[in-house]
């Protein structure tokens, strides 16, 4: 635990977000949430989470499991901003689309955040739980075989033994693979460029990338890739999978102390800017502990928790 005292961000700046990966939308205990929103940060689960905690409820045909636990954890969530998005639906917040697209981003986020609204407030019904679920398999299932071939088609391309983080070239003809859909293959303006907002992204599907060929890719990779984009929002990625933490710390990635575990955000004082630029490169320079530390820390910190 931090000596020093907790610097509070100020309320209302982007950077006090914290997004729910799939495994904390799943299973962090509400007295973790709470010990989080109490050091200054508010929370917003990953749509990423949500698909694939609601598909692999109707696989194992557990309704009564999923609507607890979404009510449960609807109360903690911003309400202006539950919901975390990737792909086109964020590129929409972050970056300039053209008419047709940021319509019908706007009308998808609008849609899915109606949906939750009304999950929370116990709308939810078995039949459309299932019929939902099936859905969401299926697009997960599509999402993650395209990402997969495109994967495929960018190990083909030249230069991938440079920096794909800074090299524009490359990042334009592979983009597609690289953003998991998030720029579908455009370059997007917005401030700052995207190469610099989404470099923990970048970084991390460039060493996959690279090693494609002789390491396939895994379904755990594609949704790890799709929760590395919420740092672009700005947000905190906060998770309690340590090799993700660990394959983030590899990235040299500036943006890599944005991907933290419950007990880090709730005890440790965290950047207090956005994940780029000088004030980012400065907030890397703290030292931070080895991952088995950090590890048994959450472990302890969970326990002390449910003694409480």
């Not at 693979?177 to 610099?196: C, I, N, Y």
């Not at 990635?253 to 800017?273: F, G, K, M, Y």
């Amino acid at each position: 635990m931090s000596s020093h005292p907790r610097q509070f961000p100020p309320v209302g700046v982007e950077w006090r977000r914290v997004v729910l990966d799939a495994n904390c939308v799943r299973g962090s205990p509400i007295a973790e949430l709470q010990k989080v929103r109490e050091a200054g940060f508010t929370l917003h689960a990953s749509i990423e989470g949500v698909r694939e905690v609601w598909a692999k409820s109707v696989r194992e045909n557990q309704f009564d499991t999923l609507a607890g636990r979404f009510r449960a954890l609807a109360p903690h969530l911003s309400s202006d901003e539950p919901i975390a998005f990737v792909g086109k639906a964020l590129l929409s917040q972050i970056g300039t689309l053209n008419a047709r697209d940021t319509e019908q981003s706007r009308r998808f986020r609008d849609d899915v955040l109606w949906g939750w609204r009304r999950i929370a407030e116990g709308a939810l019904e078995p039949a459309n739980w299932r019929a939902i679920g099936e859905e969401l398999k299926e697009e997960l299932d599509a999402d993650e075989a395209a990402w997969l071939k495109d994967i495929e088609e960018a190990v083909k391309l030249e230069r991938l033994g440079k920096s794909l983080a800074d090299d524009r070239t490359t990042i334009g003809r592979s983009l597609g693979a690289l953003m998991s859909g998030l720029a579908d293959g455009a370059m997007v303006p917005m401030r700052p460029p995207l190469r610099e907002r989404a470099n923990l992204h970048l970084r991390y599907m460039g060493g996959k990338l690279l090693t494609a060929s002789s390491k396939r890719p895994s379904s755990n990779d594609f949704h790890d890739a799709r929760h590395l984009q919420h740092v672009a929002w700005p947000a905190f990625l906060m998770t309690v999978d340590f090799k993700l933490i660990e394959a983030c710390i590899s990235t040299g990635s500036i943006q890599r102390t944005w991907v933290r575990s419950p007990v880090e955000l709730a005890e440790d004082e965290a950047p207090s800017c956005n994940p780029w630029g000088k004030k980012a490169r400065r907030a890397n320079m703290q030292k931070r502990a080895e991952i088995e530390a950090i590890k048994a820390r959450q472990k302890a910190f969970r326990e002390l928790l449910r003694g409480t």
